[in-house]
């Protein structure tokens, strides 16, 4: 019903401090973009939101000065909090100079900073939808993600004009992966279902500690969710292989333990580092398609 519903349109430009390094940023989006829920057109991020009092779509460009932002919408009432989730999505209320001056005190960090200053976190427009897409994608490629996810949105996601809502509420069981992930799974939902908050407003700490207690939730998948979904500036992934293997290669630590102690320094603003180290290597995540 929803496919048929008319939509109102509104565009907005979204202002950030400069400046803004766009390539990780829409780069991630659309390399782990899920078919039915995001695309990529003509330089343009499309993905649907789901909002206080409906539901909606964003379309979103990267300009040097802007971010042009157009939202349809099933009730104009949710402006605000689409806009407010853009503006999370892309990170754009962080102050790029703290975050570049204090990182760029590492020596070995500084020369990434020079080379690409405003780098910001993408993150998402629905913790609970990234922590499911999460699991699924634990032990797996990120090609592999999307197709796991992009059966469960046929199968149940509820269609806005040409897009999917993607599905908050299903059966584990029908999902093609091993029994110890389906029940991650299930005990993330049954979480979710009993009060687990991922957004941005959420109390960070309860949120780990609650994560952090369910089957098949290391801190890998913990603090992804919470870089992510609850926008911790702080987030680090010391255990992640593309960490490790850009820290080798820049000569800092690359065991988890000695790179943690390492990036102390980096507090409070260890999630950028994440996103400097990760795009010394050649992935699509680290670039916007031609």
């Known amino acids: 019903m929803l496919a048929f519903m008319r939509l109102e349109k509104f565009s907005e430009r979204l202002p950030f401090q400069a400046p803004l390094c766009p390539d990780n940023l829409f780069g991630h989006l659309i390399a782990t973009a899920v078919p039915g829920v995001e695309e990529w057109r003509d330089g343009v991020y ?16 990267p300009f040097p000065d802007h971010i042009a932002c157009t939202v349809e919408l099933s009730d104009p009432r949710d402006l605000a909090s689409a806009l407010d989730l853009c503006r999370f999505l892309l ?22 900073i020079s080379t690409a200053p405003g780098r910001r976190v993408p993150r998402t427009v629905d913790g609970a939808e990234f922590a499911i897409r999460a699991v699924l994608g634990q032990q797996v490629s990120t090609k592999a993600a999307r197709t796991h996810a992009a ?14 809502l993607f599905p908050l509420d299903f059966d584990p069981a029908d999902l093609a992966m091993p029994e110890s992930r389906r029940r991650t799974m299930s005990a993330l939902l049954e979480a979710l279902q009993s009060g687990l908050d991922l957004s941005p407003h959420a109390d960070r700490a309860v949120a780990r500690e609650w994560l ?8 890998w998948t913990v603090e992804s969710i919470a870089m992510r979904s609850l926008g ?9 292989l593309g960490i490790r293997l850009a820290a080798k290669a820049l000569g800092l630590p690359s065991t988890p333990a000695a790179l943690v102690r390492r990036a102390e320094a980096w507090r409070p603003w260890r999630a950028y580092a994440v996103q400097h ?4 290597g050649d992935h699509e995540v680290n670039r916007i398609p031609a």
Do not use: K, N
């Open 91 to 112: 990170d754009l209320d962080t102050d790029p100079s703290s975050v570049d001056d204090a990182l760029s005190a590492d020596p070995l960090l500084a020369p990434l």
């Open 277 to 280: 180290l990760w795009a010394t």
């Open 232 to 240: 911790d500036p702080d987030a680090f992934l010391p255990t992640d």
């Open 212 to 219: 952090a207690s369910l089957p098949g939730f290391g801190p």
């Open 46 to 61: 499309r993905r649907t939101l789901r909002l206080p009092d409906g539901f909606g779509i964003a379309a979103l460009q």
């Open 151 to 164: 059966r469960l949105v046929s199968r149940h996601g509820t269609p806005v004009g040409d897009l999917h």
